[in-house]
């Protein structure tokens, strides 16, 4: 076989590919890449205690050997921590990966009181690992796929085969397929290829760092995606309801998490209307205000200088710069970030008659409704909505308000991922759905958008 | 983009026209004065942090008036939080009740009140312990005021503040013009024969005075040759003299006897009034037109048996 | 889909009462009203039932739905423009839901049903709100002898069968006029009759008779607690829900019937147009609402000839 001189041709000037002949056999691996206690444990000892070698899979104890048929499969094993064995007429590739990666962290984006502390880590193995522990079933299939020309980096499909749709299953496949880039860093960079880069500011896709998650994603009917080297997973198809509620509702009592579950739908809304509900009962219909309230109002707002509703646009963005400049620092200047803004443009600001404190009020009412949903996107998202209800309140008041509900509602309506309807439990109104989500309920039921298999608990 | 684009120019463009008000331009008007000599005097008195002020104008017509008042002031005037309005005795109390019912912008749920003097505003926030007075001793609102105003068939009726500044009676009206102030005994008949309870009777009861206040009141017209007034009442005892021993089954049963025919003969008297006023505060006009569907004979023409049933069913803290 | 083609043509079938129709029967049935409403519920619960057509293509059909368009954003915005935006030229304030119709109508279909079912869940929200905090001020001493004659009982049940089940013609497939929507239509005639009831309840023959907006007037007489009060801008979301379900349908219908479905995006400013140059005479109006009922009538039948007709030949 001419795969030696391929090697040596093509891997020329790569100084870590190490070949190393031994009693006619050839040894081709990538140090960084590979283990060498593994090398020295699964390959060399073997051989080394043998005379005369006549078929090289029965003599290595290690556990995973793999065949290799053509010169494309072996520089895709090499390059992935392999060793290959060459001798005169096979070639295979043993698993000598090393252990580049960090521990089995807790999760830090979503985390929880009560539930498991586990999270994903960058090697795609451990991640397997994590979610396999938690289904044993035969069922749950993962289709693996390399993309990138350079990266080659792994990717997997996860879903259970006889409660997954078929035609969901596929049209990722195709997707995955068709996939052509140089290469690709993070999950997060793989959800542009899924989906067509629409108008729409909501996330296509739910990322999460618990296993948990996943596999009760997966139980549902889901697709999950999963990718070397990031620590988060894309859940397929993700609906609204989704992002507003965590999963670690499910470990507590039902009656006490559906008050929690209204009051998030509720900070929901609260963190996209209130700004604009503000301006415009303030400026508009103030005869919904009751009598001592609207007093109270005037009063604070004696000598601000600024129209309402500039006071608002001005309040919201230095808002922003605050959450922003917050998240890129890093966390040991956080604090004197946060005692700046709280002071200054809390305090002062108010004391120096630039705002009143009602909209100081108002806005920490938005941001912090805001700040209940762990995705940073669907808080992206949810400020594009708070500034074009703004705008429209600022010059129609509370029939604005009116008009830019219903085109919110249109808004979201027409937004599919995979063809399933982002709004989903909502409309269409599935009540299986919503007593996972919105509420919490016993549910028997699958629902019917994302399985074909009715019931739970049936085989 | 180009949307956004689209949505800041307009942002731009429109704000501060059109209904655009920010509230530093607002008068809150609490209560309106409204006087008419030769032409409208208003005095409209404006909310403001802990205390109010009141501005005056006049003007041949009450929109020209308003606008008098506007131009001593840097702000608009705003009804929709209004607490009372308050009326002199020589204003039509019709073209002004439809001048604010026009307007979308004014609340229906303050007071309506006819003044005997226009030096109201001698404290802070007049308009609205006003509105809470009234509010508390259950007076008919603006909204209830309209209702009778535009029946053909029953005059109205309208608290009337004294030059105390306080609400001893009630106007009522005949047709356009005041028939007669009511007392304060007889408001408290008015409210018994309206449905409305609170009101507290005074009896005699062996030469001591005895007084009840009406919990739960229901009143029924029955009417044929005659009209039938039935008023059957619930009433807790608030005030008797202690030589009175109400421990005794007997003695409870004679003052309900008393109270009886007290209000009875206070009713009689009440009615006989009305008649002699021509000022049909109560609507009976418009439930015989509603019985016979005409009104060959009014209200004035029937007589009338008065039945009362009182029941005392509390006596509060005290066994005798 | 059956259940949403349901709560579409609930909202819509209360659409036409708001400012025309509900003032209106009011002011001639008086205290007979519900006698009207019976009746009416019950002739338009016929109708619905046996009237089976399909909408062809004709340039008859978008010029009828062209109509109910100007008549439903007609009271759409003089509606807003006397609640909400007392001081906003008339053309300002349709532009907004031309925007919205326009945006709407150019997604797919599906949209509108999917709009109308959560519109429909905010709608009974409000109403249920608008209902009990009401209740308490209603009297049956209203319902007095107000010398109404018989005839006026039954025009206006007429006249109720007429404005309820015209806007659901339009929506009319020849699969979908079942049983269900008899149902739909009988709960929508049912919240549309309590509102009629409480108004008249509340404001008694006379306020009736002289107010605009009697169903609006006694929303101001809303008071949660002795706190909230004067919500009646926010709970009249009820009518413009209603209203733009009702321009959605008509528009859709518009759409259905040309050829090229782009057609809408030049028709309806024109539409908002010749609304607003009507709303310069304020004569006209008042002629529209006065013959209102005739106008429809014509309509509906003109809609019913066209389309039966056609379908028999084909």
Redo the contacts between chains.
Sequence with gaps: MNFLELVQEEYKEISDLVIKPIKGIHLIYLETLADQDKINDYILKAVASKRIITDIKKVLPSPNVKDIKNYKELKLYLETGFTIVLTDNEAIAIETKANITRSIDTPSTEPTIFGPKDSLTENYQINLGLIKRRIKSNHLKNEVTYIGRFTKTLISTLYIDNVAEKELVDQVREKMQNIVIDGINDIGELKQFLVKETKNVFPAFKMTERPDIIAKSLLEGKIVILMDTSPYALIIPSFLADFINPVSDDYTKNINVNFLKILRFLCFFLSIITPAFYVAI???N??TIP?SL??????Q??G?PF???IECLITLIICEILRESDTRFPSSYGSAISILGALVLGDAAVSAGIVSPIMIIVIAITFISSLIFTDLEIINAIRHWRF?FL??C??Y?LYGIGLSLIFFIANMSNYEVFNKPYFYPISPFDPSYIKETLFKMRNTRRSKILSHNKYKGEA | MKKLIL??I??FL???????????E?G?A?SILIDYTDQFEVTVEI???EKSETYKGSGKTLDNAFNNIILGTERDL?Y??L?AIILTENVNVKDIISYF?RN??V???FYLVITETTDIYKEDKFGKTLSNILKRDNMSNF?DI??TL???NQDMAIPYLNRQLKIESIAAYDEQSIAFNLSLEEIDIYKLLTNNTGSNIVTSYEGENVEIKVNEITTKYKLNDEIKIAIELEASLVEIDQTIDTSNLDTIAKIEESLNKEIVKQTATFIDKLKYTKSDILGID??L???F?NLLKTFEDYNYEIEVKTHINKKGLLLK | MKREFNILNYLNSRALFMGIGLSKLLIQAHEYIWISLILGTIIGAILIHFVKFKMKKSLLNVVICSILFVIGLNILINMIS????????KL?VGIPIILLVMYILNKREVIIYRVANILFVLNIFLYVVAMLSLVSDFHLENF??S?TPIQNVIFSALEFALFSTLPTLITRDENTANISLVKTYIISAITMGTWFLLTYGI??A??V???RYPEY?IL??I?IMNFL??IENIVSFVWLFDIIIFLLCNGNAIKKNVDNPKVINILLPILLLITAFINRFYILILYIYKYSSIILLILAILLFVANKKRHQTS
């Design positions: 303030t400026t508009f103030q005869e009598t609207l007093i109270n109002f005037q009063a707002r004696e601000v129209p309402a509703v074009f705008v429209v600022s010059i008041g | 949505l800041f307009t942002l429109v704000t501060g026209c059109y209904n655009y008000h920010d509230l530093n607002l809150i609490s909310l403001e942090d705003y929709n939080h607490d019912m979308p912008e609340n229906n749920t909204f309209t209702q535009f029946e053909e418009k439930m037109y509603n019985k569907h | 006397t609640m909400y935006l007392t001081e906003m030229p300002l007095t002898y010398n404001l008694g006379n306020l008779d002289i107010y007037i101001k007489k008071s009060e004067n």
